[in-house]
């Protein structure tokens, strides 16, 4: 067996379910979030000059899961913006739930509001730990964290304080 087999299967068994729940937190879909794995564990392992070191190919995994749903989001909006000239729309099924609720909010904010909320109340990073990841200036993480804050104080019709 070789040693990216090895350090696959071990990723896999010690932090596979971390990685899908991560995945359905950034897409609020266990399909999508599926996709969303099976892809980055792709990428990563793809590079056979990997290490074997778990947390670090989680680390690198969770990346490449951030990078491919912000850029998969940015692909979506653009063909909702076109799709209406290809299929007939489709009727939503009703919410039915708190839970349902929440995962519609969380569907209402853009791919960088959703990361950063994922990131700061999942992954329980600070800011400046956000920004490294996403790539951008504290201040657009806040702003990012201020906007998905108040979106989802108005959708789940709560007070904002009490969302933090």
């Given at each position: ?30 399909a999508a979030a599926a996709d ?74 853009s791919p960088r509001q959703r ?29 990012h964290l201020a906007d998905a ?16």
């Amino acid at each position: 067996m070789a040693d990216w087999e090895r350090a696959f299967q071990e990723l896999l068994a010690a932090r596979g379910d971390a990685l899908r729940a991560y995945g359905y937190l950034l897409t609020g879909e266990q399909a999508a979030a599926a996709d969303l794995v099976q892809d980055a564990l792709l990428r990563v392992f793809s590079r056979l000059r990997l290490g074997d070191d778990i947390a670090e190919l989680e680390s690198y995994v969770r990346r490449a899961m951030l990078n491919q749903y912000v850029d998969g989001r940015r692909r979506a909006g653009l063909w909702r913006a076109k799709r209406h000239l290809f299929v007939q729309p489709v009727a939503e099924e009703p919410d039915h739930g708190p839970a349902d609720d929440i995962r519609h909010a969380l569907a209402t904010l853009s791919p960088r509001q959703r990361a950063c909320v994922v990131l700061r109340y999942y992954e329980d990073l600070t800011v400046p730990q956000i920004a490294a990841q996403l790539d951008c200036a504290e201040g657009t993480v806040k702003r990012h964290l201020a906007d998905a804050r108040g979106k989802l104080a108005a959708q789940l019709a709560v007070p904002e304080e009490n969302l933090t």
